[in-house]
């Protein structure tokens, strides 16, 4: 049985999720572990997914930004109008790729680049006028306004969660050449009842224990595919006769 069979309010996000899906996408069904991986967000757990590369990691925020649970209502399940999603990348160019494939959705994007004014879309991020919010750990650490809004967003109970895109470079990089990493997530960590979704395609165990660790994700479901890829095949060629001739004649 699956994990998200067992959650309270299991049947009703499948339904919703499988809606959002087929409207909002080309895909009628969900790869493995990435139903799960949504469900445990929606019921607001923090989550670290390592999935191979193409396994559809946007996927997962993206769905899970459009479907919300009204606790206030019966505890049933709607669409989220008013909550934000964070999504935090090491690239400008992913940024601007993520951002750009949410707008052609019909969907509320903005990537914040140098090119942004922060102060000018103030106001519009606060009001939840974007649903998708991308940005960088230097601008989160560098930029107070920034740091600014999402304490905002989180207390107005507005912020739906964040998203660490390659949250292994929090220690792959954190601790070398880009150490805004370590300082974005401590203070994400410090953030109240936010939870966290990383994303990754590859990271080792010990990573994984010291991002949990920096980060202070308590009750952290990891969910890890296999990285088998059936379309891809390997070979080894024993290089005899005139094929190493002909690589000795290069040198």
């Known amino acids: 049985m699956l994990w998200y069979s067992k959650q309270k309010f299991g049947n009703e996000i499948v339904k919703q999720c499988y809606i959002q899906l087929k409207a909002n996408t080309l895909?009628?069904?969900?790869?493995n572990y990435q139903l799960?991986?949504?469900?445990?967000?929606?019921v607001q757990r923090n989550v670290i997914a390592i999935l191979p590369t193409g396994y559809g990691k946007s996927l997962l925020y993206i769905i899970a930004g459009l479907v919300s649970i009204n606790s206030n209502d019966d505890n049933r399940i709607v669409l989220n109008r008013i909550k934000v999603t964070i999504i935090v990348s090491p690239l400008v160019a992913l940024m601007l790729d993520q951002a750009n494939k949410i707008l052609k959705m019909g969907l509320n994007a903005i990537a914040l680049t140098s090119d942004v004014i922060i102060k000018s879309i103030k106001k519009s991020i606060l009001l939840g006028q974007y649903s998708f919010i991308f940005t960088s750990p230097e601008k989160i650490i560098k930029n107070a306004e920034i740091a600014k809004i999402i304490q905002i967003l989180a207390r107005k109970n507005f912020l739906q969660r964040i998203v660490i895109d390659e949250i292994h470079c929090i220690t792959a990089w954190g601790l070398d050449f880009?150490?805004?990493?370590?300082?974005?997530?401590?203070?994400l960590g410090r953030l109240i009842n936010i939870p966290i979704l990383g994303l990754t395609a590859t990271t080792t165990i010990q990573s994984l224990k010291d991002i949990i660790s920096y980060m202070n994700l308590s009750n952290c479901l990891v969910f890890?595919?296999?990285?088998n890829r059936s379309n891809l095949k390997f070979r080894v060629i024993d290089k005899k006769g005139i094929f190493l001739k002909k690589e000795m004649s290069k040198c």
Request: aromatic share 16%.
């Open 36 to 42: 799960e991986i949504i469900s445990a967000c929606l």
């Open 178 to 187: 880009r150490r805004d990493y370590i300082s974005m997530a401590n203070f």
């Open 224 to 227: 890890k595919a296999p990285m």
């Open 27 to 31: 895909f009628t069904k969900f790869r």
